[in-house]
């Protein structure tokens, strides 16, 4: 497995990163399986119910930011522009797939629904407390792009369009992964220390919540279209989740590292993981095949 997920407190953005939305898209000319991962209908699941919430949530993490980038410095401002570009083709891209995963019959309209009815109750909270969620949604969306990219197990089996459209997402979410954050600390700048560490772990347990309750109802529905909503297909999602290959387990010590007062989304510098990921994703594209 490449890269550490070892806790840190401390830590800055590096000077030297480079934020760069790669405009690629994914699976025109194939259309993908009802199973594509493995033939896995649980893990197919899973990320099928992540999708379904990515159109909608980033659009929401795009306007939190958008709100404060006047009052950035320079060099944020840069690097929410490159943000904002790399959201806007995530959610093109994602909403193609969740047209492919309505091919096979799944009810995507009633999971972007779910979706929505929860984001328009954030979108009513105050403009700090919607960027508060939005920093703690993008760790979650940092730490479990940087396990997927970290042990090939989690795509394994996976179409090639599949498994290049996640790969290339999980790099542009770790690339990007303090913009949000940096933008909070700016925006929060005026209030004493307590309070914005108070601000970010409570928007952090609310987000954990609201995470946990749609992506588990999404894949409640994707089972019950299979026939498969039983108990023994949860077992699976639990094995699924928190043994092999894991997921849950592999970010559990990264999540937690948020709630330290020092917390930094660069406290955990994987940007050699990025970029051997990235290395690999282009030589199969200049071969003509996704990796």
Do not use: C
Not at 17 to 46: E, N
Not at 125 to 137: D, N, S, V, W, Y
Not at 147 to 155: C, G, K, N, V, Y
């Amino acid at each position: 497995m490449t890269g550490s997920t070892k806790p840190q407190a401390g830590g800055k953005t590096p000077a030297d990163l480079d934020i760069q939305p790669r405009d690629m898209s994914f699976g025109r000319d194939a259309p993908g399986d009802r199973w594509w991962l493995g033939g896995d209908p649980v893990a197919t699941a899973f990320y099928n119910a992540l999708s379904a919430t990515f159109p909608l949530g980033e659009r929401f993490f795009m306007d939190a930011v958008r709100r404060y980038r006047s009052a950035a410095p320079k060099a944020l401002q840069a690097q929410i522009n490159a943000f904002l570009a790399q959201e806007a083709m995530h959610t093109r891209e994602h909403i193609f797939f969740n047209k492919q995963i309505a091919d096979h019959g799944y009810d995507i309209a009633r999971m972007e629904l779910r979706t929505r009815e929860r984001l328009e109750y954030a979108r009513s909270r105050p403009a700090l407390q919607q960027l508060g969620a939005t920093i703690a949604l993008e760790h979650f969306t940092a730490i479990l792009a940087h396990a997927l990219l970290a042990d090939p197990r989690h795509l394994e089996g996976a179409s090639v369009e599949a498994k290049a459209m996640w790969r290339w997402h999980a790099i542009e979410e770790i690339e990007h992964k303090a913009v949000a954050y940096d933008t909070f600390m700016v925006a929060a700048a005026g209030l004493p220390g307590w309070r914005r560490w108070t601000l970010r772990a409570m928007t952090m347990v609310v987000a954990t919540q609201f995470l946990f309750a749609v992506v588990g109802a999404n894949m409640a529905d994707l089972y019950a279209a299979d026939g498969l909503r039983n108990g023994a297909t949860w077992r699976k999602t639990l094995r699924f989740l928190l043994v092999r290959p894991g997921m849950l387990t592999q970010v559990l010590g990264a999540y937690f590292a948020y709630f330290l007062p020092g917390f930094h989304p660069w406290s955990h510098d994987n940007r050699a993981l990025v970029k051997e990921v990235e290395q690999s994703l282009e030589a199969a594209y200049a071969q003509g095949a996704p990796a």
